[in-house]
């Protein structure tokens, strides 16, 4: 356990890492799944998907045992994840297993977070560190995500496999939502700050 005396794990402006590989290979896998999603191949869209959630977490395990976090690492992770995300639920939609609501809800949560990136880049700030609660909402997502497509078997299972992906979903989608309106109020201090250093000048 990390206490408050020991320092946080370096981040390396590297490139060539085992983890930074294996994110790129998620991010190759995204048009694979978009295909399958599409052409309603539901149970290899399934693995593809484990197989990209497992990855997810082993690059992480990888990048903190073997000090291999690097800046591009952090900006690969999140977007592959948000991919998944987007490219499933527009599948979702497109098959008419989801309402679109659902994914304009996501959507315009990230479009709030790209209108952040000018500010905090105008002030010299890069993007902000992911936060716990982006990263509940996002593994709540890619869990609903599974179970709603296995909600197209009829039956019993088909039912409960709606139920707990539904709920996953609006949990995920307020804890997706929960971690930007906590990304906006770091900016409006960011450019508080920045404005009071200003005046003092």
């Known amino acids: 356990m990390q206490t408050g005396d020991e320092p946080s ?5 590297r490139v060539l890492t085992l ?11 995204v048009p694979v799944f978009g295909v399958l999603i599409f052409t309603e ?14 990855s ?18 952090q900006l690969l992770d999140p977007a592959a994840d948000r991919l998944y995300i987007f490219v499933t639920l527009v599948g979702l939609a497109w098959r008419e297993l989801v309402p ?20 905090l880049t ?12 982006g990263k509940a909402g996002t593994f709540a997502l ?9 909600g197209n078997v009829p039956g019993t ?18 804890l997706y939502w929960l971690a930007a309106i906590l990304y906006v109020d770091q900016v409006v201090r960011i450019v508080r700050a920045d404005r009071r250093g200003a005046r003092s000048a």
Do not use: C, K
């Not at 977490?57 to 591009?72: E, H, K, P, T, Y």
């Not at 105008?122 to 609660?133: E, F, I, S, T």
């Open 100 to 119: 679109w609501w659902l994914v304009v809800v996501i959507a315009l949560r990230d479009v709030v977070l790209a209108a952040l990136l000018p500010v």
């Open 19 to 29: 983890p930074n590989a294996i994110s790129f290979a998620r991010l190759l896998l």
């Open 157 to 174: 299972l088909g039912t409960v496999a709606w139920t707990f992906g539904w709920a996953s979903a609006l949990w995920g989608v307020g």
């Open 56 to 73: 997810d977490w082993f690059d992480g395990v990888i990048a903190r045992r073997f000090n291999q976090m690097s800046r591009l690492g």
């Open 9 to 13: 794990p370096a981040v390396s402006e």
């Open 122 to 133: 105008r002030r010299g700030y890069g993007p902000l560190p992911v936060h716990l609660a």
């Open 142 to 150: 890619m869990y609903a995500f599974p179970l709603l497509l296995l």
């Open 41 to 54: 191949r539901d149970v290899a869209a399934l693995v593809v998907l484990v197989v990209a959630g497992a």
